[in-house]
């Protein structure tokens, strides 16, 4: 059975990849960050809120489709 702290979470994590998909950076971190405010220890919200500001600092090309591809090992 999902807790509700879980549920919670998914839903501002489902919300806050859609404005990331939409490039809405700043949108897609509020959701996250109230994502990892439900469950503290979720891997992939801090991988977004991360990804979230880096491309706040350094916007993708305008055909940027979403994926990350690694420059590094």
């Known amino acids: 059975m999902m807790t509700e ?3 919670r979470m ?3 994590y489902n919300e806050g ?3 990331y998909k939409q490039r ?3 949108e897609a971190l509020e959701c996250f960050h109230r994502a990892l405010d439900a469950e503290p220890g979720d891997g992939p919200t801090k991988f977004y809120i ?3 500001h880096d ?3 350094q916007p993708p090309p305008s055909d940027w489709d ?3 591809t ?3 090992k």
């Open 5 to 7: 702290s879980k549920k």
């Open 10 to 12: 998914l839903e501002r």
């Open 17 to 19: 990849l859609g404005f």
């Open 24 to 26: 809405r950076f700043a």
């Open 50 to 52: 991360k990804r979230c």
């Open 55 to 57: 491309l706040m600092k």
């Open 66 to 68: 979403g994926v990350f």
């Open 70 to 72: 690694m420059t590094t």
